[in-house]
């Protein structure tokens, strides 16, 4: 069975400085790789996802992560992070065969002024 | 706007008492998935449907609930004899298929279900 693994359940940065969420999964063969924003009381809003193209991937709102498949990682980062950052940020994965999404416990990010 | 929308946003019910839940997806994706998630946890995987067919069902999902798409529109939930451990926020999505493609599954706004 596929896992997902977000290190840190809750990061502290200054605004302005480097936004890192660490992603380690598990799988016998690279899946589809996503990561996901979720503000509070709303659904979840993708950010990116990797799908064996490039493995450094850009996203919406200066997000990228890059896709490491000797560590089976794929970390999130900003250069630097704005007050409207703060959010949850979970991590997926997908079989390239299956359909359902399985989610990390999530990264709840704070921004300090 | 034509995204994922589902009614009610919010649910408080007493433990034993039937809830239902809607969902309606962006109109041209034929399919639907439901998620539950509990407080500080991702959302996991409880069922899902390609155009009006349940393709496939967690066991997460006891037969307590039941989903169904009946004419591959639309999606309800419904969940009997609620229980305190069924408060959840339950979180609806839906993309178009694709044949081994990563097709980005859209999420509504989730609706939270409180049992007392």
């Known amino acids: 069975a596929q896992s997902v693994t977000q290190l840190g359940s809750h990061v502290s940065v200054s605004e302005g400085a480097l936004v890192l969420l660490r992603c380690n999964y598990s799988?016998?063969?690279?899946?589809?790789l996503f990561w996901y924003v979720q503000y509070p009381n709303q659904g979840l809003q993708l950010l990116l996802k990797y799908t064996s193209a490039a493995t450094l991937v850009k996203g919406i709102n200066g997000f990228e992560a890059e896709f490491k498949k000797s560590e089976t990682s794929f970390h999130l980062t900003k250069p630097s992070a704005h007050m409207s950052d703060a959010a949850e940020y979970f991590c997926a994965v997908k079989k390239a065969a299956g359909n359902k999404l399985t989610f990390g416990g999530g990264t709840r990010v704070l921004v300090k002024p | 706007d034509t995204g994922v929308s589902q009614d009610p946003r919010h649910k408080i019910t007493k433990r034993g008492q039937n809830v239902t839940f809607r969902c309606d997806p962006i109109s041209e994706h034929n399919r639907l998935y439901w998620y539950r998630q509990t407080l500080g946890q991702g959302p996991e995987f409880l069922t899902y449907?390609?155009?009006?067919?349940?393709?496939?069902k967690s066991r997460l999902l006891s037969d307590r609930f039941s989903a169904e798409r009946p004419k591959g529109s639309f999606s309800t939930l419904e969940i009997q004899r609620t229980e305190q451990g069924d408060s959840a926020m339950y979180l609806c999505?839906?993309?178009?298929?694709?044949?081994?493609?990563?097709?980005?599954?859209?999420f509504g706004p989730g609706t939270r279900l409180t049992v007392l």
């Open positions: 799988s016998s063969v690279p899946p589809y």
């Open positions: 449907f390609q155009n009006e067919a349940q393709l496939e």
């Open positions: 999505a839906s993309s178009l298929a694709g044949l081994n493609s990563p097709r980005e599954q859209f």
